[in-house]
């Protein structure tokens, strides 16, 4: 297979991520979608690391996969605040904390 065919999978993967985040209101479906965007952007590394030769595309990517996983354990705590006060995990009800 050729490079091509990974860029293409990462560029489709990206856009569904993209369009769910703008799309949707659920904050897991959110974060679900920001997960995918940011496994897009690792297989795009990975796959310029490939035609490079080097490693510098995949030290990233696994740079970037400890940062979603902490940002996974920081958001669902937060979303479990919020659906606990609001008995709701919609995104509008993030903004009733300010007051």
Do not use: H, W
């Amino acid at each position: 297979m050729t490079p091509t065919y990974y860029l293409l999978l990462s560029a489709l993967l990206f856009s569904v991520g993209a369009v769910g985040v703008l799309v949707r209101r659920n904050a897991i479906v959110v974060f679900m979608c920001i997960e995918l965007m940011l496994n897009a952007v690792n297989l795009t590394l990975v796959t310029f690391s490939r035609i490079n030769g080097d490693l510098d595309g995949q030290v990233i990517a696994l740079f970037v996969m400890v940062v979603a996983a902490c940002e996974v354990v920081v958001g669902l705590a937060i979303i479990m605040s919020i659906f606990r006060s609001r008995r709701s995990a919609s995104i509008d009800d993030a903004n009733l904390l300010k007051y």
